[in-house]
């Protein structure tokens, strides 16, 4: 762990954590909606072990965040006792998952972000936020494999597919903004992390493209949409996810699980 | 999890596939501790009989994941969460491994699950309960993998080879599958009374239809006796359940729980635990589709199925393209 004294820094630390840590468990729940009805037996064992290691990312980012801010005094208390806009998750991790195709390029086109994220974090002063960072891209390379793979099989497998990879991107790609707007968390702990967000969209584009290209598909330009998440100002979709989440803690105070 | 007995005769109309002469020497190198081989020569009785039943078994796997899948996004902790979702991920690779074991004997995954789908084949009569409160997932594990592991230890020294050899690592993790089950109930029953009551109201909804796990009484179960000759199976469905319920009185003891039967009591002469009388009426009513949740368990595999089929045939038409490149 990082001894920072700087308050506002330490908040601003805390807060990046949180908003990664959410991030992780929202997808993670989204993508635990698949278990027991993917389209083969095999993607159920894919997508359920991508959901696993999410959720342990989240697990390691919540548990750096009670050791950041010394009130909470577990993961627990985090997930499922905080509100929807005290969530601070990459909207784009909350959206629906739609049909498959919704599902795999929403997490292509998240997992190759976090997987910049995650090598800009490598690079960082805070050795727990590298830790995690390393133990985490090893998970998120798997997961770019898979879902690019399935990216270009169905951008490139039958009209039905493609047409079902193109509404998804329409759907999804304003939301990819979020990742690069203005960021004030990120530029704060500048000096800390070295995270560029100029550079980090040209890594993520880097990432992309090539995929986009295989899948016989353009890059979308980009939209005047921004969405507000990593703020805590999120869509309609995050109440809902939470309702569920948190609903046997906040039906059952004290009890032990 | 989660074999079951339901003994239904796989020739009962292909009479004349039975040869008795290869029938009887097989019958007789298994006993001598013959382990058979998919290159094996092996009459129609025994494959069919094999097939019906690890079908079922990837079956009871592949439904199983939807019980305790309803509990995955309520999880009430991450731990358990991770937990449960490791959990049915296990039961999906349980399937995957018992399919392709099946597939060993000259039948296709595609053509099995067809079968369920379609309603042809059965699957464990236990999974067409509800799970209604989170402690229903710690009953499972506790009860539901105790008797499937109960029922499968025997399996991992049965006669056909890809079958023993897939029950030894499916027993593994359902031997950790039940440990967990156990610590989820102890926890709560340390916690709140409403806490406490979820997991008595679990004990008592599951313990009935994990009795029936076992399958038929001896005196009912007419293929038993076949089974055990080709050596799939090893002991009797009434062994099996008195020594679950033999095991399984003292730890309901520890956990304070009280199961539902009130003539479970200790039989000093026969050295077991008596216990009252199971409704076989539920089981075959349940087993043959009339159960609480049978509807609507292969109502969602198979609106998954269908939804899925144009990614299925997605990753055909990328193949071919790419082959052709």
Known sequence: ?257 | MYTQSLDTDPLANDPKEVSDKRELELKKRISEGYVVEPRDDMPERYRKTLIRQMSQHAHSEVVGMLPEGNWILRAPTLKRKSILLAKVQDEAGHGLYLYSATETLGVSRDALYEDLLQGRAKYSSIFNYPTLNWADVGVIGWLVDGAAIMNQIPLTQCSYGPYARAMVRICKEESFHQRQGFDLLNEMMQGTQKQKDMVQDAVDRWWWPALMMFGPEDSDSIHSEESKAWGIKKKTNDELRQTFIDVTVPQAETLGVTLPDPQLKWNETREHYDFGKIDWNEFWRVVSGSGPCNKDRIGVKKKAWEEGAWVREAAMAHAMKSKGR
């Not at chain 1, 993961?75 to 991790?93: C, S």
């Open chain 1, 1 to 257: 762990m990082t001894t920072i004294t700087d308050t506002s820094k330490s908040s601003y630390l805390f807060s990046l954590t949180i908003r990664l840590a959410d991030s992780a468990l929202i997808a993670s729940q989204r993508m635990s909606q698949w278990c027991g009805i993917a389209p083969t037996l095999e993607e159920d064992i894919a997508l359920t072990n991508v959901a696993l290691d999410l959720l342990g990312q989240a697990r390691h980012l919540f548990s750096y965040a009670v050791d950041l801010d010394g009130c909470r005094k577990d993961e627990d208390q985090l997930a499922f006792l905080r509100d929807p806009h005290q969530y601070l998750n990459y909207t784009i991790a909350e959206l629906p998952n739609g049909d498959f195709a919704q599902s795999c390029t929403k997490s292509f086109l998240f997992s190759t972000f976090s997987q910049c994220l995650w090598v800009s974090l490598l690079d960082g002063e805070d050795s727990t936020l590298r830790d995690i960072a390393a133990k985490s891209l090893k998970e998120t390379d798997y997961h770019i494999e898979h879902f690019s793979r399935w990216f270009v099989r169905l951008g490139d497998g039958t009209d039905v597919s493609r047409q079902k990879i193109l509404k998804s991107i329409d759907y999804l790609w304003p939301y990819t903004a979020e990742f690069f707007g203005n960021d004030r968390t990120l530029s704060n702990l500048e000096g800390l992390l070295h995270i560029n967000t100029g550079k980090l969209q040209a890594d993520w584009v880097n990432a992309i493209e090539d995929v986009f290209t295989e899948a016989g598909i353009d890059l979308p330009s980009d939209s005047d949409f921004m969405s507000t998440g990593k703020y805590g100002v999120h869509s309609e979709h995050l109440g809902h996810i939470l309702a569920e989440m948190q609903y046997l803690q906040r039906s059952y105070p004290g009890g032990r699980w």
